[in-house]
């Protein structure tokens, strides 16, 4: 299939305003005919400093409609406007690809339909989260979930890594609305989680700031208490891991006899 | 100076910090962060439904040469 005229890039300006911007990233922004965003408010009047044509995704969200809707909407403007023969920004923040449906979605439509379409990555929640907690995800592994997913469907984890759950505001969330859950849901995940750790092992809540002047939010309680904790839509969860590790003699074993040892 | 332009050097420039600004540029800031108080942020972008037929046969990655 010849490649039609229309383009669709996803971009991510990271976490914090100013300080997580790639140059290509802020030229994508700069050289589109249209920029569609889902960010932070302020993070998108930045934005729209950038480029006269910003659209603001964000009032696509209903307090009682169904996200996947949403999502649909979302995704439909963007592709919309590539038909129409834009180059088209979609800018998503943190990296438009980790735990954002719509710039996946909306990157394999238009390959379908002929058009160039890909993604730039940019600094997201986690590799904020590996900075400013002093985690490095390799010394014990790390396991991503979304909340809701891992309660709705039947994961095993491994206690001996680190657990890492992204939006917690909405854990066990059947609505599909953008409201927040409470204390009940977390109850649940708390109880599933209790199956790996004990009551009083200690877990957190991160969230980065969204401007340099904020600091990031480390709130570290005993698991026990996550259902009366301080969450936001924001708030991603970081558990540590609570087993040691357990060294695989067999394997070794084996390894030794092919080099020797 | 406008409030985002404080913030993107702040941002930007890693010797810039709160303490250097100005009367003025706080201020800035100050008005800007109350305009914005009751502008609502609306950071999900995934979506898990309980049965969802998607989430149950992951897709393998297309496979890419560079
Ligand atoms: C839909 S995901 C989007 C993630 C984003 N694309 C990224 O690159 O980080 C939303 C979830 O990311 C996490 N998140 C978003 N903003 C955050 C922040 N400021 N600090 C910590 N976690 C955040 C939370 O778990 C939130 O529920």
Redesign the pocket.
């Known amino acids: 299939m010849a490649v039609k005229q229309g383009s669709l890039v996803c971009v991510?300006p990271g976490?914090v305003l100013g300080a997580h911007m790639s140059e290509r990233c802020r030229n994508h922004i700069s050289q589109a005919d249209v920029v569609f965003s889902s960010c932070h408010p302020v993070i998108e009047q930045w934005i729209s400093t950038m480029n006269p044509d910003v659209r603001s995704l964000q009032g696509l969200y209903g307090k009682d409609k169904d996200r996947g809707q949403t999502y649909a909407e979302m995704q439909a403007a963007l592709i919309q406007a590539v038909r129409d023969g834009c180059r088209v920004v979609g800018v998503?923040?943190?990296?438009?690809g980790?735990?954002?449906q719509v710039p996946h979605a909306a990157i394999q439509q238009a390959r379908e339909e002929g058009f160039e379409a890909w993604m730039e990555p940019?600094i997201?929640?986690?590799a904020?989260?590996y900075a400013d907690m002093g985690i490095d995800p390799g010394a014990f592994g790390c396991q991503s979930f979304e909340t809701s997913q891992f309660m709705f469907y039947k994961r095993a984890i491994d206690p001996t890594a680190y657990l890492i759950l992204?939006?917690?505001?909405h854990a066990g969330d059947l609505s599909m609305t953008p409201r927040q859950t409470g204390p009940e849901q977390r109850t649940v995940l708390m109880n599933m989680l209790l199956e790996y750790y004990a009551p009083d092992h200690n877990i957190a809540i991160?969230?980065?700031p969204?401007l340099p002047t904020q600091r990031p939010k480390i709130d570290w309680f005993p698991l026990q208490e996550l259902p009366d904790a301080d969450v936001s839509?924001?708030?991603?969860l970081v558990v540590p891991p609570g087993k040691k590790l357990t060294p695989n003699h067999a394997i070794v074993k084996q390894l030794k006899s092919i080099s020797g040892a | 100076m406008t409030a985002i332009k404080i913030l993107e050097k702040l941002g930007v420039d890693p010797n810039s910090d709160l303490s250097q600004l100005t009367e003025q540029d706080r201020a800035e800031i100050e008005a800007l962060m109350t305009s914005m108080a009751d502008t609502e942020n609306q950071?999900?972008?995934?979506i898990v439904k309980p049965d969802s037929p998607d989430e149950e046969e992951p897709k393998e990655p297309e496979s890419v040469s560079v």
């Open positions: 991510g976490m998503f923040y943190g990296h438009p980790v735990f954002a940019g997201s929640a986690d904020c989260l992204w939006q917690l505001g991160y969230e980065s969204f839509l924001i708030s991603t | 950071p999900a972008l995934t």
